[in-house]
């Protein structure tokens, strides 16, 4: 089990940016892919953006090129910048390992963190 806390979120204007924090519970979390995901009202949540233990990033199509999953392992933190924020992005946002499943294989979740674009 994983025991993260999720951080950063808000109401941020169409355009805008956000930056969110994970903070990451584990003696060994350099060890493991970790991910953000989300899940919008009345959706079932979706990883958006993955980074392995050494770095190497993979994003959703829907935000590729405007978010940036990076990570601290030094600090057991993991980090979203989100930039050029739509209406569509307005989720709660999560953090957790990368099960290589879209976190189909995860059974425990953090309360996650709000982010609304909206004017």
């Known amino acids: 089990q994983v025991q993260v806390v999720e951080s950063g979120g808000g109401l941020v204007q169409p355009g805008g940016s956000l930056r969110l924090s994970c903070a990451v519970s584990g003696t060994f979390f350099r060890l493991y892919p970790m991910g953000w995901y989300r899940q919008a009202p009345g959706k079932q949540r979706e990883l958006i953006a993955r980074i392995t233990s050494d770095g190497i990033t993979n994003y959703d199509t829907s935000v590729k090129g405007r978010f940036t999953i990076s990570r601290d392992n030094a600090q057991n933190m993991v980090y979203l910048q989100m930039n050029s924020l739509n209406p569509e992005d307005t989720a709660v946002y999560y953090c957790?390992?990368?099960?290589?499943?879209?976190?189909?294989?995860?059974?425990?979740w953090g309360k996650g963190t709000l982010v609304t674009v909206s004017s």
């Open positions: 957790n390992h990368d099960d290589g499943r879209a976190g189909a294989g995860l059974t425990y």
